[in-house]
């Protein structure tokens, strides 16, 4: 049982007033606690609990303008700049597609609200923040300047929580099916079968196997192990060559996605940023334990895309080439993906039984080599 002092929610903000400038989620980690109870601490001041009734917000926020949203996981933070519009409400997925937002919603999993507002450079910034049961963030909204303030306020006051309590009391984080063996009696054979006929969008659930597994199991005509510099290699590949691509990133409440061109990438030590004008990525790099190319039938032929997990075998990032409902992958893009340097089968046979959490051969291969064509390869 952990022992540690529970922090007060007056400890708390005086400990972030020390040190205003570091990212909430990094604070938070730094004081052992969620990033939810860190926003609650400062409840009355500065911040107030709003009820996350999800279909009501999206549809609010249409009013509301220009807006910054931004989902992030473990290993990836992906912000788009644009209008809420499109929305189409539910109560087990909602979704937002207009022409700035791609956005898919669990509301399920949004248990936490908060309207915040925070002194920061001499301004206010003012943000909608949500978060799952274990307290980590599922998607926030950032006001921008050009934002409608009395439309926002108006939503706010719509949602306001009659609790407004500084204190918070969290369910445990656990291992999911992306992180744990899975319990499964079937063989490779089922798996292809399964794979070649892939329209099930639940079909690792109903084969009780996780993506990482299945991933190992499939066979190279359908999942291959990349070098993990292939992200960022592809990445920069198609900034230069103006190659658009479809950029996923998500978590158990949200699923956010950028489709288009992408210009200007760049590396910071462990960290790789797309700062484009309506589009901003950070990926971290360090966070990344395998990726994978990966072929998934459709009914236009097959798709590729690359996908990067992390070490609790989670899925940080998905890109794809960019398509639209019955279009055909495009062929530059599947000539990328699928020339990127593979990983040898004898590695894969050995490992292919492993657990996720088992730690691969590292790989030094740079963005350049990583994105020279293998002999042979179509």
């Not at 007060?8 to 989620?25: F, L, Q, T």
């Not at 303030?149 to 656990?174: C, D, F, G, I, W």
């Not at 079968?193 to 190279?220: F, I, P, Y």
């Not at 040898?344 to 051969?361: C, Q």
Request: aromatic share 6%; with cysteine.
């Amino acid at each position: 049982m952990d022992q540690r002092k529970k922090r007060s929610p007056n400890e708390i903000r005086r400990a972030w007033e020390v040190c205003p400038n570091i990212p909430a989620r990094d604070f938070a980690a730094q004081l052992a606690i969620s990033e939810a109870e860190l926003v609650a601490a400062h409840c009355g001041f500065g911040a107030a609990r709003i009820d996350p009734r999800v279909n009501h917000l999206l549809t609010g926020l249409e009013f509301v303008g220009e807006v910054r949203a931004l989902t992030r996981n473990q290993g990836a933070v992906h912000e788009k700049i644009g209008v809420f519009n499109r929305v189409i409400t539910g109560n087990n997925h909602a979704m937002v597609l207009g022409d700035e937002f791609d956005l898919r919603v669990f509301p399920q999993a949004w248990r936490y609200g908060f309207a915040v507002e925070r002194r920061h450079r001499g301004g206010i910034q003012r943000s909608l923040q949500f978060f799952d049961a274990t307290g980590a963030a599922v998607h926030k909204v950032h006001l921008r300047p050009v934002s409608n303030l009395h439309a926002y306020r108006k939503l706010v006051a719509e949602l306001v929580s009659a609790n407004q309590e500084p204190t918070m009391s969290l369910k445990a984080r656990v291992a999911d099916l992306g992180a744990r063996t899975a319990d499964w009696a079937g063989t490779v054979d089922d798996l292809r079968e399964h794979w070649s006929r892939l329209t099930d969008v639940n079909l690792l659930k109903t084969l009780k196997l996780s993506r990482c597994q299945a991933l190992r199991m499939v066979g190279q005509d359908y999942a291959w192990l990349l070098d993990n510099a292939a992200v960022g290699a592809v990445l920069q590949r198609a900034a230069e060559d103006e190659l658009p691509i479809m950029c996923f990133v998500g978590n158990r409440g949200s699923i956010q996605t950028h489709s288009g061109l992408i210009k200007s990438v760049k590396q910071i030590g462990p960290c790789i940023y797309v700062l484009d004008e309506t589009f901003r990525l950070h990926l971290r790099t360090h966070q990344i334990r395998e990726v994978w190319a990966v072929r998934k039938p459709t009914n236009d032929s097959h798709v590729t895309s690359l996908e990067a997990y992390g070490s609790d075998g989670k899925i940080i990032i998905q890109l794809f080439g960019a398509r639209k409902e019955g279009e055909r992958e495009r062929d530059d893009w599947r000539v990328l993906a699928e020339n990127l340097p593979r990983f040898p089968d004898s590695y894969m046979r050995k490992d292919r039984s492993s657990s996720v959490g088992r730690r691969r051969p590292s790989a030094s291969a740079a963005s350049s080599r990583a994105l020279k064509p293998r002999s042979g390869t179509r």
